[in-house]
């Protein structure tokens, strides 16, 4: 199981006994933000790989 | 930081965005909720202005405006002797616009039903809070509430939360106040298991936004040699 999968279920599981609707938001928003960031962090790594194949090939 | 949400509605009480909004924040202890009345304190509303960092004025769009009690508000407590002239008793504070509108984002732009961007009509606000040296934040807009998912929704409130009581809104500091929130949390959890769990997911947010620094930093570095080379 990747990182992002075991923090999505451990956000989802919260969510399911949350008991008011304050905290089910919470839950919703938190495993989006988390969602989100690793999406950036998969993005940076392409822009990592990117930036230091130019650097290494000159071009 | 203290937060001051100014609410001008002609019917409060029958409207739906703002009965959301105002249970939205209920829980946030730093935001002062306060709706115009019929007459003004003009000293109190002064008063409350010096001593809230982010003002946020909240109404539904009428008209390409604010309703009317906002308009009296904005000529009858924001005085030249107060606001601007000589001293800027608000300079340095954060103005906020959260509004309502019954008409779809999609026509507010350009060739667009309305002809017109959000930005373009709520710019005498961006004004004024120059004129009074205020940081104008981006304003947080809410289109046809009443056809929103319910999963839509809950984001919303959060949403709405962090634009009260965020510090900045970076990705980072995002990512801070949902730590904050989480240890609020952790902190009146009455099971053990899941206090544990709170603090799991505070540290796996943790690991990875300073994972995501770290990339940002050395994909900046590599394109500052690329810059030097």
Redesign the interface.
């Known amino acids: 199981m990747t990182e992002e999968n075991w923090l999505q279920q451990q956000i989802q599981q919260l969510q399911s006994q949350a008991t008011t609707y304050e905290d089910q938001a919470f839950y919703q928003a938190l495993g989006q933000v988390s969602h989100e960031l690793a999406q950036r962090i998969e993005q940076r790594k392409v822009n990592w790989m990117a930036a230091s194949g130019t650097r290494q090939n000159g071009n | 930081m203290k937060t001051l949400v100014i609410v001008s509605h002609p019917e409060i009480e029958n409207s739906m965005v703002q009965n959301f909004l105002k249970?939205?924040c209920?829980?946030l202890e730093e935001v002062t909720w306060h709706v115009l009345p019929s007459i003004l304190d003009v000293a109190f509303e002064q008063a409350q202005l010096k001593t809230h960092d982010r003002i946020i004025l909240q109404f539904p769009l009428y008209w390409y405006a604010a309703p009317a009690s906002l308009k009296n508000w904005l000529d009858t407590v924001l005085t030249g002797d107060f606001a601007f002239n000589g001293s800027q008793p608000l300079a340095g504070k954060e103005f906020g616009l959260v509004v309502s509108t019954g008409i779809a984002a999609k026509h507010f732009q350009a060739g667009g039903s309305e002809q017109a961007t959000m930005s373009e009509i709520l710019r005498p606000y961006e004004l004024v809070a120059r004129k009074l040296g205020m940081t104008y934040l981006t304003p947080f807009v809410i289109h046809q509430l009443g056809y929103w998912s319910e999963?839509a929704?809950?984001?919303l409130?959060?949403?709405y939360q962090r634009y009260l009581s965020q510090q900045n809104f970076t990705?980072t500091d995002?990512?801070a106040w949902?730590q904050a929130?989480?240890a609020q949390?952790q902190a009146v959890a009455e099971d053990e298991a899941?206090q544990q769990?709170?603090v799991?997911?505070g540290e796996?947010?943790a690991e990875?936004?300073e994972?995501?620094t770290d990339?940002?930093w050395?994909?900046q570095m590599?394109?500052q040699?690329?810059g030097e080379g």
């Open positions: 249970a939205s209920a829980g999963t929704k809950q984001l409130v959060v949403d990705l995002k990512v949902f929130q989480l949390r899941q769990q709170l799991l997911i796996q947010l990875q936004s994972l995501l990339l940002n050395q994909v590599i394109r040699e690329e």
